[in-house]
Structure formats: C-alpha cells, structure tokens
C-alpha cells in the first residue's frame, strides 16, 4: 500500500487526495506543516507529498515552488485539479441572534491558512471587517482551533471535510470570492506511479537557470520551444537566492519529456549556456465534479 505525506486531516490537500485516489486504498500520514510533508518523502518515510503549488485566485504558493527548487529533489509524479471551497466554520450558535437570524456581529477572530484567508476577503469585508484574522498552518487547523475554544466568538474559514472532522458545523457554505477557485496539486516522490483512472494529458515541468553573461537568453530559451511548436502553459520566474538579480525560470511543456520534439528544445537552450533541471514529467488530471464529496 502507496503512504503518502499530506497536510492535516480535513484540510483541503486531503480532500483533494481523496478525490485522486477515488477509494483505492492509500495509508495517509498526516503533518501539521508543509515542510515535513516535504522531509516526510525526502527522508524516505512516505512514498509521496502532496503539495499544493497554485491557485486560481492567489497564483503561486511561492514557499512550495521553492521547496521543489531549492531545499529537495523529489521529482513530480502527478498532477490535478481539484475545486477549493470554502465554508465558515464554528458554533452556529455563536453567530444567531434571538430570532434564528445569522448574527455576525459577534464575530470576534477569523483563523484559517493564508491562502484559504485570501480567497475569501470579499466575504470577510462584507461580514464581519472588525474581525481579527489569524493566520495558521492549515485549513484543518484552524477548524480544531476553533474547536477548542468554544464561546469566543471564533470561527474558522476550511472544508466541509474538516467540519466533519472536527465535530463542528458549517456556519456559511461556500464563501470563496469566486466560484472558479481551484488548486493545483503535484504529487510528488521518487517513483511513477500508475492510477487507475484516465488523465487528461502529459506536461514536463522544466527549470531553466540563465547565464549571466548572455543577453537576449530568456528570447532564445523561448524561441527553442516557439520553432518546435511546443505550448507552454506556464513560464515563472523565482529568485536563485544566491545573487540579487538572478533567477531561475520555472516551465510548464504541455509535452511528454519522451516525445520527439521535447529534448531537442532542452539540448539547444543547454547549449546557451544554460542550466536545465528536469522536475518531472507527469500525467495530469482534471476534477471530475460527479465523483468529487465536497458539499
């Protein structure tokens, strides 16, 4: 049986895992923070991490791309899509006035991950603006938070996933500012693995470190894929942390790193001068919402 490292029992990593696998069995080893998930499959613990990397309203989660980059070598095995919705959490009971009528104006604290928080302001300006917002390593988290402090005024922004297993109640369903918001997710370890389910497409995922000393690099790293027609569906660039100035550019090949076209592209920007690293080259999956509990 495949172990995987996720985030905390009802957060949204885990939801969308459950999504993945679709009932095959997996043993789940859950972390408080995003970095043991990492070290959990690094040090050999688990099979693989399951890492949220971007997100339809905040873009990036910059400290995860980092991590692949700079602080392991875990290759991406696998990519989905999964929907992040987000409820209220807490006591109802706390919000409702003498009539039955949802009462937020004892709203004391809002606690959720900074991600989660972000995806929800236009629900929090509008309800409860007074409110303090904490921060905290997960949406699961902040549900059990929330949980132990029953009576001040505190409620938390999660899953309905981590409601449930929490012992809480959903206090307000689906507050995300839009209702397209998804995550993207790699599951990312050492071996391929096989799911039984049919993906969507292949994308190679590519990182590409500029010579100094070149100008027009970034033009000509691009030209190699523009003559070979291959489709990028993302180009990023992050700081080297070594020298101010320097980066590296993360990219996404909507291409097999098997295929004819692929390697002759990377041959040709190695032959800039540049520094290619190869982050995987993966299946990709997309939500498929009959088969997804996230109501």
Known sequence: MKSIAVLPQGSVSHEALLHLFNGEPVKLVHHKLISDVFLSTANGTTDYSVIPIENTIEGSVSLHIDWLINEVDLPMQTEWIFPSIQNLIGNPREFTDTDG?????????????????????????????????????????AVEIVKNNPGKGWAAIGTALGAATHGLEIVDRQITDHNNNYTRFVLVGPQKIDLPRSSTGVKTSVLVTLPEDFPGALHQVLAAFSWRKLNLSRIESRPTKKKLGTYYFYIDVLEPIESVLLPGAIEEISALGCQVRILGSYPTYTYEEEKAEVQ
């Open 101 to 141: 009528n949802k009462d937020f104006t004892k709203m004391v604290k809002i606690l959720s991950h900074p991600v989660a928080m972000a995806q929800c302001m236009q629900f929090v300006r509008k309800h409860a603006p007074w409110a303090e917002l904490e921060s905290v390593g997960s949406t699961s988290e």
